[in-house]
């Protein structure tokens, strides 16, 4: 076995040995895909809502009726247009639906607690929906949801959770491991030696490369099966952008490990250094057109972006490879970049 495979086994020995790191790293994917999966949910639901009515009517009975049957909200039945403020103010209700009969028209008016303006948006949407159903001075609006029809949470989250979870464990795994070597003396043994310090380079990724790999295979079948994600020959492109995003991941922490010294500081700069842009600057959960000029310009140097956003086209959306070329570039320049940049410190330091 030549010089290289040595390094390979070496690196492969310990991560296997490490029984800990191991658990966890298989762990936290499949935890964090089934936590956004299932337990939390951007949809509302169970809205507590009341109506007031001045005059019953067959539309006034329909409307209540349509709101009783719909999953969305819990229908509380009729209150007095006195009790709804206090209703309101002791979180008893959501929402009061006011509807007043004039002639063959229905007025109505929408009153929701907007203490939470997410759920005071999407309760107000819900309501209205109902309305426009059950209105008969107008024809009702008719609505068609692509790509999600079920508006399931998960189908959002899953692109942005394998955006995150690459990125913390490739990146922390890489630069723990090599700033370990640092503080037992064997990288000095490495970097005195005649090997090329390419070579170390590739004999220490490749191994967790291949981890990577199982772990995308782990968070693929759990999003295909488990999640229901929608499968179609889009996968092979999925997992050609994610082998691009798992090199440019463990380029960040050969170059975080170039940088510090210690297998804590380490770990604080891949996992709190990086969480933290990801979660709020990558589109994960807060949408980025949503945000001011100057932060949708710092989004652009956050590869969990650009890997994101080509993911939901094409694990949601089922487009070919074809409308991911820009997103393609972009992370394809920064894995240049960030590797280019952390063998030269890593030379410099030899």
């Given at each position: ?45 169970n809205i507590k809502i009341v109506t007031i009515v001045d005059k019953h009517t067959d539309m006034s009975r329909d409307i209540e009726q ?95 959770i394998m955006g995150m979870i690459f990125i913390l464990i490739c990146a922390i795994m890489t630069s723990v491991s090599i700033v370990r ?170």
């Amino acid at each position: 076995m030549g010089i290289f495979g040595s390094l390979i086994k070496k690196e492969a020995i310990h991560i296997v040995r490490d029984k800990r790191t191991m658990f966890i790293t298989l762990l936290m994917p499949l935890f964090l895909l089934i936590l956004f999966g299932f337990a939390i949910s951007t949809e509302v639901k169970n809205i507590k809502i009341v109506t007031i009515v001045d005059k019953h009517t067959d539309m006034s009975r329909d409307i209540e009726q349509k709101l009783a049957v719909n999953e969305y909200f819990t229908y509380l039945g009729q209150a007095a247009p006195g009790d709804v403020e206090r209703l309101l103010r002791t979180g008893e209700i959501d929402a009061a639906l006011f509807i007043r009969t004039d002639g063959d028209k229905l007025d109505t008016q929408i009153i929701v607690d907007a203490s939470n303006t997410t759920s005071a948006k999407t309760s107000t949407g819900y309501i209205q929906g109902v309305l426009s159903g059950s209105s008969q001075s107008q024809p009702p609006i008719l609505t068609q949801t692509l790509y999600n029809p079920q508006m399931k949470s998960a189908y959002n989250f899953v692109p942005g959770i394998m955006g995150m979870i690459f990125i913390l464990i490739c990146a922390i795994m890489t630069s723990v491991s090599i700033v370990r070597e640092k503080e037992n003396g064997t990288m000095d043994l490495l970097l005195v030696s005649p090997t090329k310090p390419g070579t170390i380079i590739l004999g220490k990724l490749i191994p967790y490369f291949i981890l990577s790999c199982i772990i995308l295979a782990i968070m693929l079948l759990i999003a295909y099966t488990v999640l229901e994600l929608p499968l179609s020959a889009s996968v092979f492109n999925v997992i050609i952008l994610s082998l691009i995003y798992i090199t440019l991941s463990l380029s960040i922490g050969l170059l975080v490990s170039t940088i510090v010294n210690t297998q804590l500081n380490a770990l604080i700069v891949s996992a709190v250094m990086f969480m933290v842009p990801i979660i709020m600057f990558s589109g994960m959960i807060f949408p980025i057109d949503n945000m001011p000029r100057i932060l949708q310009c710092i989004t652009t140097i956050i590869p969990a972006r650009w890997y994101i956003s080509a993911m939901r086209k094409l694990m949601i959306q089922q487009l070919p490879f074809g409308y991911i070329i820009r997103e393609t570039v972009i992370l394809g320049s920064m894995t240049i970049v960030l590797l280019g940049l952390a063998i030269t410190k890593f030379k410099n330091s030899r």
